[in-house]
């Protein structure tokens, strides 16, 4: 079994929709949780982190985390076709140190159409 | 103002040959890594440099050295090269803890490696 799971999708919804991404994890020594968008051709690009459980916002998107259920969600409001891209979820035991060892899921594939 | 260049941007080789990677950040970061991303988007990291030291060195076959000559470059060289190697080759940085957080990566634009 991975370390996280992720659903690759490809999920495909109308512009204007409000699309929900979702992960999994086993091991519960993760305590830092991102969101990455990856562009077709293109590296990942860090999109939303948080460390806590509970909801964080930054404009159209919302980052999600249940630590008690090891499931973390990523909401996007009022979806626009330019946010049809593949969406990673990342996760760190820690933030310790200098660096930090990434695990990431495996990417939902999402398409917004017009 | 590229902020993490990889070069080159496509690799096709065959099989035994020896390559090599370059990668550069004008971030001013202190750590910098390597990713490999499969064929099926899985991204896994494979080495982790902070200010020329390795510090993260994942179960990765000895054919592929990494070196940094200086904390702004990594460079990755991948000998005798097989069809499993056959990938897109991520390299990223992140701050020092002092002035960031080590997980806000940044992501070069990658490396499309075909092994032939």
């Known amino acids: 079994q991975k370390e996280v799971e992720q659903d690759p999708g490809p999920l495909s919804v109308p512009e204007g929709a409000i699309v929900s991404l979702n992960c999994t994890y086993s091991?519960?020594?993760?305590?830092?949780f991102m969101w990455y968008r990856q562009y077709s051709r293109k590296g990942p690009e860090l999109l939303m982190y948080?460390?806590?459980?509970g909801n964080k916002e930054d404009g159209r998107f919302t980052a999600q985390v249940d630590k008690s259920s090891k499931y973390i969600s990523l909401f996007i409001r009022d979806s626009q076709p330019s946010d049809s891209a593949t969406y990673l979820c990342?996760?760190?035991?820690?933030?310790?140190?200098?660096?930090?060892?990434?695990?990431f899921g495996t990417g939902t594939r999402l398409q917004v159409t017009l | 103002d590229t902020a993490v260049s990889q070069t080159p941007k496509y690799l096709v080789t065959q099989m035994g040959n020896d390559k090599s990677i370059k990668c550069e950040q004008n971030?001013?970061?202190?750590?910098m890594y390597w990713y490999k991303q499969d064929s099926k988007k899985f991204l896994k990291i494979m080495f982790s440099?902070?200010?020329?030291?390795?510090?993260i060195n994942e179960t990765v076959p000895n054919r592929f050295s990494p070196k940094s000559p200086d904390k702004a470059h990594l460079n990755l060289h991948i000998n005798s090269l097989e069809l499993g190697d056959s990938a897109v080759y991520f390299c990223?940085?992140?701050?020092?803890?002092?002035?960031?957080?080590?997980?806000?990566?940044?992501f070069g634009p990658g490396t499309r490696l075909t092994v032939t």
């Open positions: 990223a940085s992140s701050p020092h803890p002092l002035g960031g957080t080590t997980y806000e990566q940044y």
């Open positions: 091991n519960s020594a993760f305590q830092y």
């Open positions: 948080t460390y806590s459980s």
């Open positions: 990342a996760m760190s035991a820690r933030n310790t140190g200098t660096a930090s060892k990434l695990t």
């Open positions: 971030l001013g970061h202190d750590t």
């Open positions: 440099y902070n200010n020329k030291e390795l510090i």
